[in-house]
């Protein structure tokens, strides 16, 4: 299937950059059957991760034939792709207002909206799509993602049950419950997963990556309470263990992984902050909108 996929990198390119080379000839001078190739080619750099040639693609389709539903639902995916997601929200409003009861494309606008933080709007139209087609796994998916942001996992779990195998579900659910700040919840879901399939790579990851997080927190906290100890030491007696009067009397930065740059963080916020970094790991469901199988 086409469409979105939560777990695909972000690509920041321009809209109509220098890298989308024009077609050849002007859309609008192409026969029907010449549009529908130009479709395909766009498409085609779509799946291939040709992003840009794929918006420069769907643009002039849409242009030339403004009508055309599919042409707006797709130039709307690829532009939320790249980070233009007003843009493809637009796009994705679009193509609804032309086809109110395509499911593809009310699967592909909820998810435009989950992207956005509009988890609320995203449900609304996930579950729309699922009254047209109850038995669409990728809408039922994506309103358990939409639930799980909102808070409510029970239901969220509850969801996934409905179309993945209990270890996928519960790694699901280890992943939304990180989202959520909910590490203990996370950490159980992640493990009941492992003891039901110890081959499950993204639960084994997603735990480490927690059980790291945990450790840096601590390892944080204690050498902060150090600092605070020998910078009260210092002022009480100056003589004493000789320390810089300009030192900060709290930590002010953790390093998480050697890959993370350091963030500010108060002593407070550093359960939060590190969380807010542990997203590595996403739902093993393919939570993905399409418009056409593959």
């Not at 902060?224 to 100890?229: F, G, I, T, V, Y």
Request: proline residues 5%; positive net charge.
């Amino acid at each position: 299937m086409r469409g979105f996929q939560l777990a695909s990198v972000l690509l920041c390119v321009m809209l109509g950059c220098s890298s989308a080379k024009p077609f050849a000839k002007n859309v609008k001078s192409l026969k029907p059957a010449e549009q529908e190739m130009q479709f395909d080619l766009a498409q085609a750099n779509e799946k291939d991760g040709q992003l840009a040639k794929a918006e420069a693609g769907y643009r002039e389709l849409c242009g030339a034939k403004p009508g055309v539903s599919r042409y707006h639902q797709r130039w709307g995916v690829v532009l939320t792709r790249i980070g233009q997601r007003q843009e493809g929200l637009a796009a994705l409003e679009r193509a609804h207002r032309l086809e109110p009861n395509n499911t593809n494309i009310l699967n592909d606008l909820g998810y435009a909206y989950l992207k956005t933080g509009e988890s609320t709007k995203a449900a609304e139209l996930f579950r729309k799509t699922l009254e047209f087609d109850p038995q669409n796994k990728c809408a039922n998916n994506n309103l358990a993602l939409a639930l799980g942001y909102e808070g409510d996992l029970k239901e969220s779990f509850r969801m996934f049950q409905n179309t993945l195998p209990e270890a996928d579900a519960l790694t699901n659910l280890g992943y939304v419950a990180t989202q959520n700040g909910n590490t203990e919840l996370a950490v159980k879901a992640y493990s009941r997963a492992l003891t039901l399939d110890p081959d499950k790579r993204s639960a084994a990851e997603a735990l480490t990556q927690l059980a790291l997080l945990d450790q840096d927190v601590e390892q944080t906290r204690s050498i902060a309470h150090d600092l605070n100890s020998l910078n009260e030491r210092s002022s009480e007696d100056p003589a004493g263990f000789p320390l810089n009067r300009t030192a900060p009397a709290k930590l002010t930065t953790i390093q998480v992984n050697h890959n993370s740059p350091k963030v500010p963080v108060t002593r407070n916020a550093l359960r939060k902050e590190s969380i807010s970094q542990a997203t590595a790991v996403r739902p093993s469901a393919k939570v993905m909108p399409s418009s056409r199988d593959e």
